[in-house]
């Protein structure tokens, strides 16, 4: 087997069309995702046992989906890649980190240190992703972007309380840090785009990771199995998992991980949707300036990559066989 070197990662595809479409649909279902996540734990859910049975769940989800669209499988080489980078880092430590972090920390100060993914992803693809690298404006636009998603949030952080107690910011920033290494390793290790076959055995490590460390952890084998329990676990699993990881997946393969990170800046967006809709909250100034100065920053990286970005070849490699 020859080791791939750092040329023989793909050059990240344009933001067009369909590529606005994913990042659309993934920012709406993983912005949303938290409130359920946080309703789940409101509901009794002990964080690792709530986040395991999502993530369980998923996988069965994606196995028959695999098996009804009879899709072949990967070689033994790419599932092995996709599950131990996937599953380890990118949704097994970041969703365990996450669920625990939430406990302590409010939303607000939660969303601005998510809001550090798209840095944190910018920093550690610049050594092992050059073909990546954005340029002035790109860079511009994440600091930009970093910026919006604080002003988002001002009004709750200036508030009683505000950002929670001290255990909770290390635990999402960890969480954030191994998003951001996950989605680069997996960009220059793996190869093609994540199947549904992959996608569900990313979860299945995840969930049985998180499952152990439930069990060995006091109190965290709670999961009462109530209807609002199992109702949110039917919204992560329908929406956030399945169609928001299968769209971020699908920009994850087109246009790269510091280019497909921009979600954590629009996530925040949802939040103020979804509260402003159905819980009839006021938009506050701080928020509508927050949302322009947002999208301005993603505006500049799209543009960015708009810019900077070879077009693609016409005729693309074959995919390996299975082992």
């Known amino acids: 087997m020859t080791k791939m070197g750092a040329s023989e990662v793909p050059p990240p595809g344009r933001y067009g069309p369909r590529e606005v479409g994913l990042l659309a649909a993934t920012s ?72 625990w972090g939430e406990q302590y920390t409010t939303g607000g100060y939660a969303a601005v240190l998510a809001s550090t993914a798209p840095l944190m992803t910018v920093a550690v693809g610049f ?27 001002v009004p709750e952080l200036t508030g009683i309380d505000a950002l929670g107690s001290w255990e909770g910011p290390p635990f999402i920033l960890m969480a954030i840090a191994s998003t951001a ?24 490590v995840a969930g049985t990771m998180l499952g152990a460390a ?30 928001g990881y299968f769209a971020y997946f699908a920009l994850h393969h087109r246009v790269g991980p510091v280019r497909a990170n921009v979600v954590a800046y629009i996530a925040p967006l949802v939040g103020v949707a979804v509260g402003t809709g159905a819980y009839g909250e006021m938009l506050t100034a701080w928020e509508i300036v927050g949302v322009v100065v947002v999208l301005s920053g993603v505006g500049l990286v799209l543009l960015d990559s708009a810019r900077r970005t070879p077009v693609a070849p016409a005729s693309p490699r074959p995919t390996p066989r299975g082992d």
């Open 181 to 204: 290494v996950g989605t680069v390793l997996l960009r220059r290790l793996g190869r093609g785009r994540q199947g549904l076959w992959q996608i569900g055995s990313q979860f299945t």
């Open 28 to 99: 709406i279902v993983w912005g949303a995702a938290y409130v359920f996540i946080r309703q789940g734990l409101v509901f009794g859910a002990a964080p690792l046992a709530f986040a395991s049975a999502r993530y369980l769940l998923s996988a069965a989800a994606f196995a028959i989906l695999a098996a009804a669209r009879r899709e072949a499988l990967p070689s033994r080489r790419d599932l092995l890649v996709s599950a131990g980078i996937g599953g380890t880092l990118i949704i097994g430590l970041y969703g365990g980190f996450l669920y």
């Open 214 to 243: 439930a069990l060995v952890i006091p109190g965290g084998r709670t999961l009462p199995l109530t209807a609002g329990v199992l109702e949110m676990l039917g919204i992560l699993v329908a929406f956030s998992s399945i169609i």
């Open 127 to 153: 050594s092992l992703l050059s073909a990546e690298r954005l340029g002035r404006r790109g860079l511009l636009g994440m600091g930009v972007g970093f910026v919006g998603a604080t002003v988002l949030v």
